[in-house]
T-cell receptor
Framework: SAVISQKPSRDICQRGTSLTIQCQVD?????MFWYRQQPGQSLTLIAT?????????ESGFVIDKFPISRPNLTFSTLTVSNMSPEDSSIYLCSAIDPGPGQFFGPGTRLTVL | AQRVTQPEKLLSVFKGAPVELKCNYS??????LFWYVQYSRQRLQLLLR??SRESIKGFTADLNKGETSFHLKKPFAQEEDSAMYYC???????????FGKGTTLSVSS
């Protein structure tokens, strides 16, 4: 089945800066998603990354804070903008493969100081 | 509201004991239910989906629509089953998952 890679795997950033996380799938997929997993919490959907159009954001998440790109069927980026310590979290990329279903990347562990 | 509830944050059992990880859901419609597992230092991976009705690593889960539950069971726990388990649902194929808060299963000898 398909595999997702994410870069970077972890980063430590200063408040007020931005970080872009890359998600690469080794085969074409129709649906890609970005989730956040805060310390001790479950996974929360940030947005659906739509190929060739603007992402669809969940309640509580906005494009100015979490801009997302999806230029093709295998790649997406999530930017965490103007970071604060509350953004410290694991950010997960996922995709849907018609056979196996929804599968996940290894995550990006972000710490904001 | 769409919601997945896993009432136990931690479940500790001895090797060879039966295991049941509870999952209840709230959804207006016919959802598809899943169990995902995350072993230490590994990525989240699919364990079971209710439409498959299969047993993976000795685990089974039956969808009970009357009780809106999808509990995960294994008759004899192994130490390698120690992991975080998440119950999740989706309303229709191709849409994102809604996750429960997860249950840590700890199996000791």
């Amino acid at each position: 089945s398909a595999v997702i890679s994410q870069k970077p795997s972890r980063d430590i950033c200063q408040r007020g800066t931005s970080l872009t996380i890359q998600c690469q799938v080794d085969s074409q997929v129709t649906m890609m998603f970005w989730y956040r997993q805060q310390p001790g919490q479950s996974l929360t959907l940030i947005a659906t990354a739509n190929q060739g159009s603007e992402a669809t954001y969940e309640s509580g998440f906005v494009i100015d804070k979490f801009p997302i790109s999806r230029p093709n069927l295998t790649f997406s980026t999530l930017t965490v903008s103007n970071m604060s310590p509350e953004d410290s979290s694991i950010y997960l990329c996922s995709a849907i493969d018609p056979g196996p279903g929804q599968f996940f990347g290894p995550g990006t562990r972000l710490t904001v100081l | 509201a769409q919601r997945v509830t896993q009432p136990e944050k931690l479940l500790s059992v001895f090797k060879g004991a039966p295991v049941e990880l509870k999952c209840n859901y709230s959804y207006s419609g016919s959802p598809e239910l899943f169990w995902y597992v995350q072993y230490s230092r590994q990525r989240l991976q699919l364990l079971l989906r209710h439409i498959s009705r299969e047993s993976i690593k000795g685990f089974t889960a039956d969808l009970n629509k009357g009780e809106t539950s999808f509990h995960l069971k294994k008759p004899f726990a192994q130490e390698e089953d120690s992991a975080m388990y998440y119950c999740a649902l989706t309303g229709q194929a191709g849409t994102a998952l809604i996750f429960g808060k997860g249950t840590t299963l700890s199996v000791s000898s």
